[in-house]
């Protein structure tokens, strides 16, 4: 046996020994969007900052974030 099997082996162990799920993230990210918009209901990540929905409500709406966001919360 050459050292080429024996790194096949030692793969094939550990991927038997892994139990890490290989799924998309999809599911999680669309579960942390908790920040809402209640001018066009888009939805944001919950560890989006201040600036950025304050640039959403200026660019989109020509409103301020509290009337966009009005129960945003700083984390």
């Not at 974030?65 to 919360?73: G, L, R």
């Amino acid at each position: 046996m050459g050292n080429g099997a024996k790194a096949q082996q030692k793969r094939e162990r550990n991927a038997k020994n892994s139990k890490k799920e290989n799924g998309s993230q999809l599911k999680v990210n669309e579960t942390a969007k908790n920040i809402i918009c209640k001018t066009c209901f888009q939805t944001f990540l919950c560890t989006s900052r201040e600036k950025a929905l304050t640039e959403h409500a200026e660019n989109k709406h020509s409103k301020t974030m509290k009337e966009c966001f009005p129960d945003y919360v700083a984390p």
